[in-house]
């Protein structure tokens, strides 16, 4: 299923094998572009048989609720005040630069362990 996001609020916390929630359902981003306009995810017959995922209709609207982590991640680093981490992440996802930008090593340089 792929689904088109217009909302940046929840886009920021859009990436490749993130969890995403779309209308209370818990799944895992199978792709999705760079600034997380589109994202869109595998769902197996069960899950498509035993959740509201089975009623959705092209163009119908969902709730989705982005990955915990990312806003864990942005919380972090908007806490260091105006470091050059807080800069790189806004950078980041405004899109305006590299989603690989923010790598293992980026975190961990700025106390994300």
């Known amino acids: 299923m ?3 996001v217009t909302d940046g609020r929840v886009s920021r916390y859009i990436v490749p094998k993130g969890s995403i929630s779309v209308s209370g359902v818990s ?3 199978a ?3 760079a600034i997380g306009s589109w994202f ?3 769902v197996i017959p069960l899950t498509y ?3 509201n995922l089975q009623y959705l209709e092209p163009g119908d609207p969902v709730n989705l609720e982005g990955d915990v982590l990312g806003k864990y991640v942005e919380k972090f680093l908007r806490m260091s005040n105006g ?3 807080t800069a790189q992440l806004e950078t980041v996802m ?3 630069a590299s989603r690989d930008a923010i790598t293992p090593e980026f975190l961990m340089e700025n106390g994300y362990l």
């Open 2 to 4: 792929t689904f088109t």
């Open 27 to 29: 799944l895992t981003v």
């Open 31 to 33: 792709d999705c572009d």
């Open 40 to 42: 869109s995810v595998a």
């Open 49 to 51: 048989a035993e959740t």
């Open 83 to 85: 470091s050059i981490a």
């Open 94 to 96: 405004a899109g305006s």
